[in-house]
């Protein structure tokens, strides 16, 4: 059975930093896309980041250059290093499997994680 569990979410103050967490198992992790999502109150879920099974990593817009995605095979685990934040990254952050394209979603979806910027 696969499973996506993400943590590492909380409250940060403006300009701080979060590392989100995201252990899989119950997938073949080295053929799949991972990709981080976030979902505001009120907007739709969007794409974030995502990393390939060789490490090519593409961001949204709005984090490049702030937000850092990687991966590890042998932990089975990806991870979202965030830096920078803002309120506008306030959301629930999800951790995605199976994904067609960078921003092209599977169907393996973990819980959330909720991330609050604020002072």
């Known amino acids: 059975q696969v499973q996506l569990v993400e943590s590492g979410g909380g409250l940060v103050q403006p300009g701080g930093s979060l590392r989100l967490s995201c252990a899989v198992s119950?997938?073949?992790?080295?053929?799949?896309?991972m990709g981080w999502y976030r979902e505001a109150p009120g907007t739709h879920r969007e794409w974030v980041a995502g990393?390939?099974?060789?490490?090519?990593?593409a961001y949204t817009d709005s984090v490049e250059g702030r937000f850092t995605i990687s991966r590890d095979g042998a932990e089975n685990a990806v991870w979202l290093q965030m830096s920078s934040l803002t309120p506008e990254d306030t959301a629930v952050y999800y951790c995605?499997?199976?994904?067609?394209?960078?921003?092209?979603?599977?169907?393996?979806w973990g819980q959330g994680t909720q991330v609050t910027v604020s002072s």
């Open positions: 119950g997938v073949n992790f080295n053929y799949h896309i």
């Open positions: 990393i390939t099974n060789r490490g090519t990593a």
């Open positions: 995605n499997a199976g994904g067609g394209g960078f921003s092209i979603p599977g169907r393996i």
